[in-house]
């Protein structure tokens, strides 16, 4: 036990150069409050620029961008429509007819496990999406208007738009 002590002790002592002492010690500055730090010039203007590059890529990301929609297409009755999620849901806006069966292909590119399902709420409708294949919703809405859906965590969102 005094062995490991020793060893401890010995271990410590080498971590810190000689002559470190008391003597040392007082010379630090007693004030605590914080001491400006001057930056260069090109370093100000550099984070300033990156700050708002990053202010202007989240007002369009959230504001400016435009939705794709897309029209379902008919086929034996059935009203298609193949939305690739990747980033999100593209189209992001799909149009239908109201009183008509419609497929929704999911194709799931991306491995963001906030879309790992999707989301229909008013159709009642909560689906796992695998990454690298296609899954297919069906419903029929008998209603006009826009119903969202959404990924699980509600954070990617699209809109079904029924028509008359």
Not at 76 to 102: A, F, H, K, W
Request: charged share 15%; glycine share 10%.
């Amino acid at each position: 036990m005094k062995l490991a002590a020793i060893l401890v002790g010995t271990a410590l002592l080498s971590l810190f150069p000689a002559g470190v002492g008391n003597s040392q010690m007082q010379h630090l500055p007693t004030d605590r409050s914080f001491q400006p730090i001057e930056q260069p010039l090109p370093i100000k203007v550099g984070v300033i620029l990156g700050g708002l590059t990053l202010i202007g890529a989240e007002l369009w990301w959230f504001l400016g961008r435009k939705q794709q929609q897309q029209q379902a297409t008919q086929s034996n009755g059935v009203q298609s429509v193949l939305v690739t999620v990747d980033g999100g849901y593209r189209p992001d806006r799909v149009i239908v007819n109201s009183g008509e069966p419609v497929r929704l292909s999911f194709d799931r590119l991306d491995s963001n496990s906030c879309l790992d399902e999707v989301l229909i709420p008013d159709f009642g409708i909560s689906t796992r999406l695998p990454v690298g294949q296609t899954t297919t919703v069906e419903f029929i809405p008998t209603k006009i208007g826009e119903y969202t859906f959404t990924c699980g965590m509600r954070m990617f969102r699209g809109v079904i738009e029924v028509t008359g």
